[in-house]
């Protein structure tokens, strides 16, 4: 059963932003814990506008949120998606056209 379900023009959307290695490790990295950009910048070694540029999809996508933090803007995985992982004992994303499953070692991260 799916945790959410998407109107095909959302899972569409939600395909294309996953359909990026730069922004599944952003992902992933952010299901561990939220971080800032310039975090996200060392740790994929990209450079900013790069970063920035594939947080902006991912945030159009539902997927992430951005928090301001002073002159900082923090991301974070959406709560509706959180709930979703946890919903479904950490093992995957069900969007209702689709299911994602990430690495064991994030989805743990997640459990704790």
Do not use: N
């Not at 995957?92 to 994602?100: N, S």
Request: net charge positive.
């Amino acid at each position: 059963m799916a945790d959410f379900m998407l109107t095909p023009r959302q899972c569409a959307e939600v395909l294309r932003a996953l359909g990026d290695e730069t922004r599944l490790r952003i992902l992933e990295s952010l299901l561990v814990e939220e971080k800032c950009v310039s975090d996200l910048v060392k740790e994929i070694r990209r450079g900013q506008p790069h970063v920035s540029h594939h947080l902006r999809i991912l945030r159009a996508a539902g997927l992430v949120e951005g928090l301001r933090e002073g002159k900082r803007i923090c991301y974070r995985v959406t709560p509706k998606i959180q709930r979703a992982l946890r919903d479904s004992r950490g093992q995957a994303l069900d969007f209702g056209c689709c299911r994602i499953s990430f690495p064991e070692s994030v989805l743990l991260s997640q459990a704790s």
